[in-house]
């Protein structure tokens, strides 16, 4: 079955950078929109963007516009996503989650378990 | 950037009762292709979000039907017939016509 499996948990300095992985299983990688989104302790879900693994084109939420980058590997069924310049308000738990737009836009069908990014000094 | 507006943000509700949550949008979520979209998720304590709702209205596969969305336009309702146990945790909406935007969650929980 379709499933999104996520790196494990990081901890940060504050101004370094963090890349998070998404592995892709038991579907077409390259057939559905990868989207990030992130949620703080106790907090909402923020979405931050999404990657088309097909052609590597991304759009990014205004908030993260210069500061987040995803990427993918074709070969490896991988999306990434990297956050630099961390400050304190990024320690989030960061999900990827895959679009299926055959249904609709916004339609977000599986999701990984999820990625803990603490940023502390 | 369409701000999506949940209401209540908790809720209380007796085993086998109903539940209505609300969600409104800043401003219109019809797209120009003529859909709408407009998504719910549940999310479990300690889990990923999970899809219930896809274009106001339509389950996906394996969402029970108690559960139903409903609205148009700016303003977008999810009901669950009867709670159960498992439905405890947070309600999102979330907007999918430009770019995504979720509402801030709606906790329901049992009294």
């Known amino acids: 079955q379709a499933q999104l499996v996520e790196s494990g948990a990081e901890v940060k300095k504050p101004g370094a950078s963090v890349k998070v992985s998404c592995k892709a299983s038991g579907y077409t990688f390259t057939g559905y929109y990868m989207h990030w989104v992130r949620q703080a302790p106790g907090q909402g879900l923020e979405w931050m963007g999404w990657i088309n693994p097909n052609s590597g084109n991304t759009k990014y939420a205004q908030k993260f516009q210069g500061r987040v980058t995803m990427t993918r590997d074709t070969s490896i069924t991988t999306a990434y996503m990297e956050v630099s310049r961390l400050t304190s308000d990024d320690t989030a738990v960061y999900y990827c989650?895959?679009?299926?737009?055959?249904?609709?836009?916004?339609?977000?069908?599986?999701w990984g378990q999820g990625t803990m990014v603490t940023v502390s000094s | 950037d369409i701000v999506m507006t949940q209401t209540p943000l908790s809720s209380p509700v007796t085993l086998g009762q109903p539940a209505s949550i609300s969600c409104r949008s800043s401003r219109s979520l019809v797209h120009r292709d003529g859909n709408t979209y407009l998504s719910w998720f549940h999310q479990r304590p300690g889990q990923p979000p999970r899809l219930l709702i896809y274009k106001i209205s339509n389950r996906f596969s394996g969402v029970p039907d108690r559960f139903s969305g409903s609205g148009a336009g700016t303003d977008f309702t999810l009901k669950i017939s009867r709670v159960e146990a498992e439905d405890v945790g947070v309600y999102y909406c979330m907007q999918g016509t430009e770019w995504e935007t979720f509402g801030q969650g709606t906790k329901l929980e049992i009294k």
């Open positions: 989650t895959r679009e299926d737009t055959t249904l609709a836009q916004g339609a977000f069908d599986i």
